[in-house]
């Protein structure tokens, strides 16, 4: 089981910068594969950004170019970098961990962007 902590979430105004970080409880954080996801309001949750082992990253059409992903594996953290918001990136951002078939999820941080 890993449990994973998120954080940094809040109210940023478009074009502003906001950094979210998920803490990972897990003696072995770097055999996994972490990722963010988001929900918007009324939406199915959804792919954001992912850091492999191997600290390859990989983004979803909407952030890339915008928002940037991260591995500490020092401190068992991920970060998003979020940079040039829009208030479509409004949302429950949630932290995810994964190897094979194990797939853990973080409570999730709100992010609201206003106009």
């Known amino acids: 089981q890993v449990s994973l902590v998120e954080s940094g979430g809040g109210l940023v105004q478009a074009g502003g910068s906001l950094r979210l970080s998920c803490v990972a409880d897990?003696?072995?954080?770097?055999?996994?594969?972490m990722s963010w996801y988001r929900q918007p309001p009324g939406k199915q949750r959804e792919f954001v950004a992912t850091v492999d082992s191997s600290s390859n990253t990989d983004y979803d059409d909407s952030v890339k170019g915008r928002f940037t992903i991260s591995r500490d594996n020092a401190k068992n953290t991920i970060y998003l970098q979020m940079d040039s918001v829009k208030p479509e990136d409004t949302g429950v951002y949630y932290c995810?961990?994964?190897?094979?078939?194990?797939?853990?999820w973080g409570q999730g941080t709100q992010v609201w962007v206003t106009v």
């Open positions: 897990t003696w072995r954080f770097t055999i996994y594969s």
């Open positions: 995810n961990a994964k190897r094979v078939i194990s797939s853990y």
